[in-house]
Structure formats: structure tokens, C-alpha cells
């Protein structure tokens, strides 16, 4: 949620937060056109987080269940569809910065292996991502 401003002012506009828990003020901030949702059948499940949090398990653990517990539940394509109709360059948002272990990047890896083009945050990489995309 740390960079939603800077993606603000970069043109970006359409936000959804893949958290369990997103801020309080995050959907009553349509800012500059901007549109935030949040979309829980990706976050991770509270109690298992919980315990890899509190009890600092290993990110392969928390792969493991996220994987058997969130992403083995959906169909990539559908989720993939799901979130295009949020919007143009939809950006996924939850706690972690860009570069930290997260289920974001999970969701991402699983996204790409079903054809589905995703990038981690940088403006001019994504923006030609997505034009060479919605151009092919």
C-alpha cells in the first residue's frame, strides 16, 4: 500500500488489494479518478499466517499453504478475468514492499504460468508490458 501515491502519480489508477486486511481508509480513497477494491479470495488465510508470522516459519511453509489453501481453490484464467474487469493496468496491493517475500509475487508467478502477463512495479517496464499486451 506504501507506493499507491507514487503509482497515483505516475497515471496508474485502478487498485486491488489482495490483503486479508486492507487499511481503513483504502476504498473511500477514489482519488484522481483512481478506483480500489479489494478482492480476499487471494489473501492468505488468517489463521495459518497468523502461526508462520508468530512462530517466523519459512516462506517455503508459507508457499506450501498458500498454495493447497488460496491458489489450488481458483482457476488462474478466471481470477485473471476477474481481475481485468477491475480496470485498465490493475495494480495488486497488500503490506509488503516490492522485493520482500509476499503472497503478491505468489499470485503473480501462478498469473504468468497461465499466459497471463504480470510485473512487479516500475512504471515504464509495466506500461510497455501492458501496451505490447493489449496490442498482440
Given at each position: 500500500?506504501?507506493?499507491?501515491?507514487?503509482?497515483?502519480?505516475q497515471g496508474f489508477k485502478n487498485f486491488v488489494s489482495i490483503a486479508g486486511k486492507c487499511p481503513d481508509d483504502?476504498?473511500?480513497?477514489?482519488?484522481?479518478?483512481?478506483?480500489?477494491?479489494?478482492?480476499?479470495?487471494?489473501?492468505?488465510?488468517?489463521?495459518?499466517?497468523?502461526?508462520?508470522?508468530?512462530?517466523?516459519?519459512?516462506?517455503?511453509?508459507?508457499?506450501?499453504?498458500?498454495?493447497?489453501?488460496?491458489?489450488?481453490?481458483?482457476?488462474?484464467?478466471?481470477?485473471?478475468?476477474?481481475?481485468?474487469?477491475?480496470?485498465?493496468?490493475?495494480?495488486?496491493?497488500?503490506?509488503?514492499?516490492?522485493?520482500?517475500?509476499?503472497?503478491?509475487?505468489?499470485?503473480?508467478?501462478?498469473?504468468?504460468?497461465?499466459?497471463?502477463?504480470?510485473?512487479?512495479?516500475?512504471?515504464?517496464?509495466?506500461?510497455?508490458?501492458?501496451?505490447?499486451?493489449?496490442?498482440?
Amino acid at each position: 500500500f506504501d507506493k499507491k501515491d507514487e503509482l497515483l502519480r505516475q497515471g496508474f489508477k485502478n487498485f486491488v488489494s489482495i490483503a486479508g486486511k486492507c487499511p481503513d481508509d483504502f476504498l473511500s480513497a477514489q482519488l484522481n479518478d483512481s478506483h480500489c477494491e479489494e478482492y480476499k479470495k487471494l489473501a492468505p488465510k488468517y489463521s495459518w499466517w497468523k502461526e508462520w508470522h508468530d512462530k517466523h516459519l519459512s516462506n517455503d511453509w508459507y508457499k506450501e499453504k498458500y498454495q493447497e489453501t488460496v491458489l489450488n481453490k481458483l482457476n488462474p484464467k478466471v481470477i485473471a478475468n476477474r481481475l481485468q474487469a477491475f480496470g485498465k493496468d490493475v495494480i495488486l496491493l497488500c503490506y509488503e514492499r516490492p522485493g520482500e517475500f509476499c503472497h503478491r509475487r505468489l499470485v503473480a508467478d501462478w498469473l504468468r504460468l497461465s499466459g497471463t502477463p504480470v510485473c512487479e512495479y516500475s512504471a515504464i517496464l509495466c506500461r510497455n508490458l501492458f501496451e505490447n499486451y493489449r496490442s498482440s
